[in-house]
């Protein structure tokens, strides 16, 4: 995402008279970047249907989460995305030099496993929710979507392609506008999101780990910290802040705001998707929902079709909206580990092993479903294995941004190592917890 420049630099508005409200606006605009297509990327459709289940199967239960889980979220990708600024460089580049490679290559291939799989099953969504608005076989969309996501992000170069995901972060806003349409017990909504009952049975705990590993997922470490590197690159007067500490006050504001605004935007879509699920499929006894298409569908029937319609197209809009990124992280993931080349800014045949292995992340996941795999247990256990692989990774995160010879003078303030540690005990507790009930 294009970064802010110095507020003494931003365009005036192109028409005065438009007053400073909308010159406003647009400072603001400027200012979201990495952070906002982070968190509009952690509601894809893998996310839809574990919040969708997770709604149906408990009710208000676990609106809980979604508060509880905010702050830890919004820290974490910070540490990640001041780690890229500081540095220079990606999370995975960083572990490789500063700690152990075959800590690296483990963390690596669990998050690149689970990449795959959410990436299947979100381009398997996409198609779904493609068939249920329009004519045709879902395999055809299913191709159409897999191969059209490959092809944007190997020929459009970066700078061109992200604004087009800016504005894809709207699809979210179909989720907060279907709760309105459908309605639901505020006082009992209410309730639950801040009076919590919290069961330690192993099906709630399993529910656990999954929304955790859905909403704090590794892969968006990954890419928040490679796109402060990416966006860096392209702006030439911006250099990493251990070189230029000049431009800190700036970048680390900026950080700041667009990191907690777009985890902000993920997590209250993500409690509007668990309200609707619960006012309408759990309270009609439907407890089990196999993806996020099968959630659109049972809608319908329970609260009418434009609430049907604002739910499938939020299906697709998230998934173009994730496929890259998911894609993309595991391409920065790998390439960094090995010491490629790993930049959606150069061109296919300057980084041709990033590249290749957004191809064949992208592949293996469309090919998924042409395999007849179980599509709720593949999305539902990816985020389960998310959730295991988190609270090893934010330690990871911790140590190296406590390190003064990776951070320099930038190193964590307190109250983000405080932050950083209680996420990776967390993270940590639920698997040990979900582990020992099973």
């Known amino acids: 995402m294009p970064k802010t420049e110095s507020p003494s630099s931003l365009p005036s508005p192109p028409h005065p008279q438009s007053g400073p409200t909308n010159f406003i606006a647009i400072r603001l605009l400027l200012l979201l970047g990495p952070g906002l297509i982070t968190g509009a990327a952690d509601d894809d459709p893998s996310g839809i249907a574990t919040y969708s289940q997770v709604g149906a199967q408990f009710g208000f239960g676990m609106l809980w989460t979604m508060p509880f889980s905010y702050p830890l979220m919004a820290g974490i990708q910070e540490i990640s995305a001041r780690i890229g ?45 493609a068939t249920l608005l329009a004519r045709g076989p879902a395999w055809m969309y299913v191709t159409v979507f897999g191969v059209a996501s490959l092809l944007l992000q190997v020929l459009i170069p970066y700078k061109r392609y992200v604004p087009f995901l800016k504005w894809l972060t709207l699809a979210l806003f179909a989720y907060v506008a279907t709760a309105i349409v459908v309605g639901q017990p505020k006082w009992e909504a209410l309730r639950a999101t801040f009076l919590p009952r919290i069961s ?43 070189r230029s500490p000049e431009q800190a006050t700036e970048q680390l504001g900026r950080i700041r705001f667009d990191t907690y605004a777009g985890m902000a935007l993920s997590n209250i879509v993500a409690f509007f998707i668990i309200l609707t699920a619960a006012a309408t499929l759990h309270a009609h006894g439907v407890t089990n929902i196999g993806t996020a298409d099968e959630a659109a569908k049972a809608l319908e029937p329970l609260a009418g079709r434009f609430a049907f319609l604002l739910f499938a197209v939020g299906i697709i809009g998230t998934g173009l909206l994730a496929i890259p990124v998911l894609a993309g992280s595991a391409a920065y993931g790998i390439s960094e580990a090995f010491g490629w080349k790993a930049s959606l800014e150069k061109t296919a045949l300057r980084a041709r092993r990033f590249y290749a292995t957004i191809a064949v992340a992208t592949v293996l996941g469309l090919l998924q479903n042409f395999l007849h795999m179980n599509p709720i247990k593949a999305l539902f256990w990816s985020a389960v294995l998310n959730g295991v692989v988190a609270g090893p990774v934010i330690a990871s995160m911790v140590i190296l941004g406590s390190n003064p010879k990776v951070m320099g003078k930038f190193t964590l303030p307190v109250y983000m190592r405080v932050i950083g540690w209680i996420g990776a005990a967390v993270m940590v507790a639920a698997s040990i917890g979900m582990f020992a009930s099973m």
């Open 85 to 129: 600024r500081v540095t220079g460089h990606g999370l995975a580049a960083n572990i490789r030099r500063h700690q152990s490679k075959p800590v690296l290559y483990a963390v690596i291939s669990l998050m690149v496993f689970a990449n795959i799989f959410n990436l299947g099953a979100d381009i398997g969504a996409m198609g779904a929710a």
């Open 200 to 242: 330690l049975q192993g099906a709630s705990l399993t529910a656990l780990v999954a929304v955790l590993g859905t909403t704090i997922s590794p892969y968006l470490f990954f890419w928040q910290a490679s796109e402060e590197v990416e966006d860096m690159h392209i702006h030439a007067k911006e250099h990493p802040l251990k």
